[in-house]
C-alpha cells in the first residue's frame, strides 16, 4: 500500500510564498566601476539562489569579472562586477528587468528556455541523454543510429573528459517535424543507442534516456558526468591528447567558524563560476560565503562551504574527492583540439556524414555544439588525431575537400601549419582507417549498412 506524503508538495509551497512575499531584488549600478557594470542580488535564502543567479548570469553571456557572496542566515546578498562577452561595461537598460524576471516565481520556465546550445528546442522535441565511455568514432555510430531511425538532430551538446562521454540530443521525428512520443520507438531508440554505447572496457557501464521534458543542457551535462564519475581514473581511461594540467585547488577546514574553505586557481575562461558552483551543488555542499576574482589571465575563487547537514568536510576521502571532482568541473569545458565550423543547409544526415568523414580520417571529436536556425545547421567541433598526436593540416584539408570548403570553416587562429613530415604511402598502416573498418563493422552488425565496406 502506497502512503502519499505531503511534505515535499508543502515545501514546494512554501517555497513560491516565500518568493512572493520577498521577491529577489535586482539593482545595477553603473557608476562605481569603471571597467564593468555591477549587479546586486537581494533575495530570501534558499537552497540553490547562488546556482540560480550564476545560472541566469551566464545565460545572459555575461562576464563575472569580480563576485562577493554571503549567505549565511536567511538572506542572499550578492555583488557581481560583470561585462560583455567582449569585455565591455553593459549598455542595455533592462538587465536588472531581465534578471528579475527570470529569477521570479516565472523564472523556472524561463530559465529552462535560454542559454546554452539547444536548450531553446527542449519543449518541442524529445530529448536523449547518453553517458558512456568516449572512443574514436562512438559519435559517428550515434549518428548514424538516428538517421537510420530516421530521427533529425535539431540541436545536441557532447562533452567528453577522462576517457567518459556525455550528450544531451534534441530530435524531431524526420517526417513530421513534431517529438516523438510513441512508446515503441522510444524503446528501440534507447536499446540501439545503449548497444552503441557498450563496449568491453567500459566497467561503468554506458546510459541512454529519453523523455520531452525542458531542460538546461550544460547544467544537466554537468550532472552526467559527475553521475558518471569522469572525476575518476582507472587502467583504461587514458584520455587522448589531454593536456595534463590540473588547475590548483585546495580544501582545508576553518574550525573556529565551522566551515570549508575551498580554494581554486586555474586559467580565467567564460562559464567557469557556473561550473564550479553546479559541481558543489551536485556534491550537496551550500555555499555560504565567496569571493571571486577573474580580471586577468587567471582566476581565483574561494568558497565556504558546509554540506547540506551543516557540516564542515570531516575526512581526507571526503577532501580528495571535493578537489578531483572541481577539478573535473573546471577541465570537462575545456575545448581541446582545432575548433571545425561547419554551416550549411540542414538534412537527414548531414551529422551522420560529416562525423563519418572525421573518422575516416583518424579525427577524433573532444566537444560539439549542434544548433540549427531555420533551415540552416550551424555547427562546431573541436577535433584531435585519433592517435594522441597534433592535427596535420592536410588531414584538415582532406575534411574540407570530403565536406565542402563552403560550408566548413576552421577558426583561423587555429589552423595548424602544415607539417613537413611525409605522407603516409597508400596502403600503409593508417590509423584512420583502423577506426573506419571496426566502426563499419559495428554497423554492419547493427544492420545500419549493407556491407563492411559500403560508404554511407
Same mark, same amino acid.
Given at each position: 500500500?502506497?502512503? #502519499?506524503?505531503?511534505?515535499?508538495?508543502?515545501?514546494?509551497?512554501?517555497?513560491?510564498?516565500?518568493?512572493?512575499?520577498?521577491?529577489?531584488?535586482?539593482?545595477?549600478?553603473?557608476?562605481?566601476?569603471?571597467?564593468?557594470? /555591477?549587479?546586486?542580488?537581494?533575495?530570501?535564502?534558499?537552497?540553490? =539562489?547562488?546556482?540560480?543567479?550564476?545560472?541566469? !548570469?551566464?545565460?545572459?553571456?555575461? /562576464?563575472?569579472?569580480?563576485?562577493?557572496?554571503?549567505?549565511?542566515?536567511? #538572506?542572499?546578498?550578492?555583488?557581481?562586477?560583470?561585462?560583455?562577452?567582449?569585455?565591455?561595461?553593459?549598455?542595455?537598460?533592462?538587465?536588472?528587468?531581465?534578471?528579475?524576471?527570470?529569477?521570479?516565481?516565472?523564472?523556472?520556465?524561463?530559465?529552462?528556455?535560454?542559454?546554452?546550445?539547444?536548450?531553446?528546442?527542449?519543449?518541442?522535441? $524529445? *530529448?536523449?541523454?547518453?553517458?558512456?565511455?568516449?572512443?574514436?568514432?562512438?559519435? =559517428?555510430?550515434?549518428?548514424?543510429?538516428?538517421?537510420?531511425?530516421?530521427?533529425?538532430?535539431?540541436?545536441?551538446?557532447? #562533452?567528453?573528459?577522462? =576517457?567518459?562521454?556525455?550528450?544531451?540530443?534534441?530530435?524531431?521525428?524526420?517526417?513530421?517535424? !513534431?517529438?516523438?512520443?510513441?512508446?515503441?520507438?522510444?524503446?528501440?531508440?534507447?536499446?540501439?543507442?545503449?548497444?552503441?554505447?557498450?563496449?568491453?572496457?567500459?566497467?561503468?557501464?554506458?546510459?541512454?534516456?529519453?523523455?520531452?521534458?525542458?531542460?538546461?543542457?550544460?547544467?544537466?551535462?554537468?550532472?552526467?558526468?559527475?553521475?558518471?564519475?569522469?572525476?575518476?581514473?582507472?587502467?583504461?581511461?587514458?584520455?587522448?591528447?589531454?593536456?595534463?594540467?590540473?588547475?590548483?585547488?585546495?580544501?582545508?577546514?576553518?574550525?573556529?567558524?565551522?566551515? *570549508?574553505?575551498?580554494?581554486?586557481?586555474?586559467?580565467?575562461?567564460?562559464?567557469?563560476?557556473?561550473? $564550479?558552483?553546479?559541481?558543489?551543488?551536485?556534491?550537496?555542499?551550500?555555499?555560504?560565503?565567496?569571493?571571486?576574482?577573474?580580471?586577468?589571465?587567471?582566476?581565483?575563487?574561494?568558497?565556504?562551504?558546509?554540506?547540506?547537514?551543516?557540516?564542515?568536510?570531516?575526512?581526507?576521502?571526503?577532501?580528495?574527492?571535493?578537489?578531483?571532482?572541481?577539478?573535473?568541473?573546471?577541465?570537462?569545458?575545456?575545448?581541446?583540439?582545432?575548433?571545425?565550423?561547419?554551416?550549411?543547409?540542414?538534412?537527414?544526415?548531414?551529422?551522420?556524414?560529416?562525423?563519418?568523414?572525421?573518422?575516416?580520417?583518424?579525427?577524433?571529436? *573532444?566537444?560539439?555544439?549542434?544548433?540549427?536556425?531555420?533551415?540552416?545547421?550551424?555547427?562546431?567541433?573541436?577535433?584531435?588525431?585519433?592517435?594522441?598526436?597534433?592535427?596535420?593540416?592536410? *588531414?584538415?584539408?582532406?575534411?574540407?575537400?570530403?565536406?565542402?570548403?563552403?560550408?566548413?570553416?576552421?577558426?583561423?587562429?587555429?589552423?595548424?601549419?602544415? =607539417?613537413?613530415?611525409?605522407?603516409?604511402?597508400?596502403?600503409?598502416?593508417?590509423?584512420?582507417?583502423?577506426?573506419?573498418?571496426?566502426?563499419?563493422?559495428?554497423?554492419?552488425?547493427?544492420?545500419?549498412?549493407?556491407?563492411?565496406?559500403?560508404?554511407?
Amino acid at each position: 500500500m502506497h502512503y #502519499w506524503s505531503p511534505s515535499l508538495d508543502v515545501d514546494h509551497e512554501f517555497e513560491k510564498l516565500v518568493n512572493r512575499m520577498h521577491p529577489p531584488r535586482v539593482t545595477v549600478d553603473q557608476i562605481s566601476d569603471k571597467k564593468s557594470t /555591477l549587479i546586486k542580488v537581494d533575495s530570501a535564502n534558499k537552497r540553490g =539562489s547562488l546556482l540560480e543567479v550564476v545560472q541566469v !548570469l551566464t545565460d545572459l553571456n555575461l /562576464l563575472i569579472k569580480r563576485a562577493y557572496i554571503s549567505s549565511d542566515g536567511g #538572506w542572499f546578498m550578492d555583488v557581481f562586477h560583470v561585462t560583455d562577452k567582449y569585455g565591455n561595461k553593459l549598455s542595455e537598460d533592462n538587465v536588472a528587468d531581465r534578471i528579475q524576471q527570470s529569477l521570479g516565481p516565472r523564472g523556472c520556465s524561463f530559465r529552462s528556455l535560454r542559454g546554452s546550445v539547444g536548450v531553446q528546442y527542449a519543449a518541442e522535441n $524529445t *530529448t536523449i541523454e547518453l553517458t558512456g565511455r568516449d572512443r574514436p568514432g562512438l559519435l =559517428s555510430e550515434v549518428f548514424a543510429v538516428l538517421t537510420d531511425l530516421k530521427c533529425n538532430v535539431v540541436a545536441a551538446e557532447i #562533452w567528453t573528459h577522462n =576517457s567518459r562521454m556525455a550528450s544531451i540530443v534534441y530530435i524531431t521525428d524526420n517526417e513530421t517535424g !513534431l517529438p516523438i512520443n510513441d512508446p515503441d520507438r522510444l524503446s528501440k531508440i534507447k536499446q540501439l543507442l545503449l548497444y552503441v554505447l557498450k563496449g568491453d572496457l567500459d566497467k561503468r557501464g554506458a546510459q541512454s534516456a529519453v523523455s520531452v521534458e525542458s531542460t538546461h543542457t550544460q547544467r544537466r551535462l554537468h550532472q552526467l558526468m559527475y553521475a558518471d564519475r569522469d572525476y575518476d581514473t582507472d587502467e583504461y581511461d587514458v584520455p587522448i591528447g589531454s593536456s595534463g594540467q590540473k588547475p590548483r585547488v585546495t580544501v582545508e577546514n576553518c574550525i573556529e567558524k565551522g566551515y *570549508t574553505v575551498v580554494n581554486l586557481r586555474c586559467p580565467d575562461r567564460p562559464k567557469l563560476l557556473f561550473d $564550479t558552483v553546479c559541481t558543489l551543488t551536485d556534491m550537496q555542499y551550500v555555499v555560504f560565503h565567496a569571493t571571486i576574482i577573474a580580471e586577468g589571465a587567471e582566476a581565483f575563487q574561494e568558497f565556504y562551504i558546509r554540506h547540506t547537514d551543516g557540516c564542515p568536510i570531516n575526512s581526507e576521502a571526503e577532501r580528495q574527492r571535493v578537489i578531483h571532482c572541481l577539478e573535473a568541473a573546471i577541465k570537462r569545458r575545456v575545448s581541446e583540439g582545432l575548433r571545425l565550423e561547419l554551416c550549411g543547409e540542414d538534412r537527414l544526415g548531414l551529422l551522420s556524414d560529416v562525423t563519418r568523414i572525421f573518422r575516416e580520417n583518424g579525427l577524433s571529436v *573532444t566537444r560539439a555544439e549542434v544548433t540549427t536556425r531555420g533551415s540552416e545547421a550551424v555547427n562546431a567541433f573541436y577535433v584531435i588525431d585519433s592517435s594522441g598526436t597534433q592535427v596535420k593540416s592536410e *588531414t584538415i584539408e582532406a575534411v574540407r575537400n570530403a565536406i565542402g570548403e563552403t560550408i566548413l570553416k576552421v577558426k583561423e587562429d587555429e589552423m595548424l601549419s602544415s =607539417s613537413k613530415a611525409p605522407r603516409q604511402q597508400t596502403g600503409g598502416f593508417s590509423l584512420g582507417n583502423l577506426f573506419r573498418n571496426r566502426s563499419e563493422k559495428f554497423l554492419y552488425n547493427l544492420g545500419l549498412i549493407r556491407s563492411c565496406s559500403e560508404v554511407a
